[in-house]
């Protein structure tokens, strides 16, 4: 089990560093890698449900047979994502995104360190979506499609709670203040049921962020503390 870096320019300056150099990387994301070798040669496969890739990916330091290579990750609407994942040393993982929407194509990279071995989750759990300003509870299908979910911003004034989920095959949205008492809903319901909740559940889920987004001196906190982050990112 192995960490990405943050998005990054140029991977020079990483992979120099075993293990990573924690002044200047940030770890973002845990997955499962698994190291092979097919006839003397090298390679990786990945397994990354968090990221919701419902596939295994072969990564080939030779880039031959049965690498994966580049493969079209989701469709939603108009948009288009690509991954590629490909070894450029023996301890890192290229991860190359690119998403196209509405004739606009952008595109990033990370790192995946693949130089130690897990040792317990404790070591290697995954602290920095806590600060995450952006929050959500999903439901996926065994190929990744969204079915089902709810999400939400820290924002310190009016905040906003949304829930989706499907109805004859097309998606059905509904954004509501967020309060520390919810209403129980027709709506609300049904997206408890196709997120697979036991009745009740969801409208506590609801209860527990609108008393969180109620608290506008946490909120601040924890968004002063997201953005310390990212600008200390952003410098290295």
């Given at each position: 089990m192995f960490f990405f870096t943050q998005e990054i320019v140029t991977q020079d300056s990483y992979v120099d560093n075993v293990p990573p150099c924690k002044k200047t990387v940030e770890k973002e994301h845990v997955l499962v890698c698994l190291k092979i070798r097919i006839r003397g040669r090298d390679g990786f496969m990945i397994l990354d449900p968090g990221y919701h890739i419902s596939r295994v990916v072969t990564v080939m330091e030779d880039g031959l047979y049965p690498h994966t290579g580049l493969f079209i990750q989701g469709e939603t609407g108009p948009a288009q994502k690509e991954y590629e994942y490909t070894m450029v040393t023996s301890e890192y993982i290229s991860w190359s995104v690119s998403e196209?929407?509405?004739g606009i194509r952008e595109a990033?990279?990370?790192?995946?360190?693949?130089?130690r071995h897990f040792k317990s989750a404790v070591e290697v759990a995954e602290r920095r979506n806590l600060v995450y300003e952006f929050k959500s509870i999903l439901r996926r299908d065994p190929k990744g499609k969204i079915l089902a979910g709810i999400y939400f911003?820290?924002?310190?004034t009016s905040p906003k709670v949304t829930i989706f989920y499907m109805d004859n095959n097309l998606r059905q949205t509904l954004k509501m203040n967020a309060v520390k008492n919810f209403k129980d809903t027709k709506e609300i319901g049904e997206c408890?049921?196709?997120?697979?909740?036991?009745?009740?559940?969801?409208?506590?889920?609801?209860n527990e962020i609108g008393r969180l987004l109620s608290d506008e001196g946490f909120v601040r906190e924890t968004l002063a503390l997201n953005d310390k982050i990212l600008q200390m990112s952003a410098s290295n």
């Open positions: 196209s929407k509405k990033h990279k990370s790192l995946i360190f693949s130089g911003c820290l924002t310190p408890e049921q196709q997120l697979g909740l036991k009745k009740g559940k969801l409208i506590q889920k609801l």
